[in-house]
């Protein structure tokens, strides 16, 4: 197409902001929404320091309001977009468990997070933050796609999408919706000529779940260690190493008769049966 435009949710993050500069450095124009602004303000600044296209803008993707005032000022900043990455998603502590597994008289205690205190409304932001967050900025730029060629929608799923992990059982959920969603609108869009497809990272480091994996000292958590033990090449993700699969599911040769389709980019976790 003459103009490339990708419009990126969440853009602020550790793994969006990779995404932003892959896009930026294939010719698109990078629309980077976050409801941080000065986030996305930073991954745009990065992107424009380096030669390229990018410019931020305050959404917030449970609002669709929001976001249709994000698209208005995107179409007239650099037109129609071609590409959307819905990034936006992540956990919350409101929704995670204290322990993973349920020990007796967890019932009745209130000193911690448990199955049976998890508030609903924790549970709802961190359900709604990754799945309506899909929703609702699809409903809005997929218009733009509707008649135009080369265009697609690269959701963002998860490990948690096949073997939920224990302690976020609302993050587990919505990632499974994400890829069963995904599916879904691929088949919505096929004969529209709009591609829909999800990443499935495994395990990386990002300002969401440090805490869950290192220790104040830096030093491993128990919980990385499980996780390292169940991934064969035994370390986390680089941001980096997600980008051959974005570059490929965006390519609209390469990728032409690919959707529906949620490619695991994992260091082998979701191969590997624990012996």
């Known amino acids: 197409m003459d103009k490339k435009v990708c419009v990126i949710t969440g853009g602020g993050g550790v793994l969006c902001t990779a995404f932003a500069g892959e896009m930026a450095r294939a010719g698109y124009s990078v629309a980077v929404l976050d409801i941080n602004e000065a986030a996305a303000q930073k991954t745009a600044s990065e992107i424009n320091a380096n030669g390229y296209t990018a410019k931020a803008y305050a959404a917030d993707c449970l609002d669709k309001k929001s976001i249709e005032a994000a698209h208005e000022k995107i179409l007239a900043d650099m037109g129609k977009c071609t590409v959307l990455i819905n990034g936006a998603g992540g956990n919350n502590p409101r929704a995670t468990t204290d322990h993973e597994i349920f020990e007796c008289g967890d019932e009745a205690r209130d000193d911690i997070k448990t199955f049976f205190n ?21 409903q809005v730029f997929a218009k733009d796609m509707i008649g135009e060629e080369g265009c697609s929608i690269v959701n963002i799923s998860s490990m948690n999408a096949y073997t939920p992990l224990t302690k976020i059982p609302a993050y587990s959920a919505a990632k499974a919706a994400v890829s069963n969603f995904t599916q879904w609108l691929a088949v919505h869009f096929a004969e529209a000529g709009i591609r829909v497809n999800a990443i499935a990272p495994g395990f990386f480091v990002t300002n969401q779940n440090r805490k869950l994996l290192f220790n104040d000292d830096g030093t491993p958590t128990e919980r990385t260690n499980k996780i390292l033990n169940a991934t064969p090449v035994k370390r986390f993700g680089k941001p980096e190493e997600l980008l051959g699969a974005l570059r490929f599911l965006t390519d609209s040769d390469a990728a032409s008769f690919v959707t529906g389709a949620v490619i695991p980019v994992d260091g082998g976790f979701s191969a590997y049966s624990g012996v």
């Open 118 to 138: 998890l508030e609903k409304s924790g549970f709802d932001f961190v359900f709604n933050l990754n799945i309506m967050g899909v929703l609702i900025p699809t």
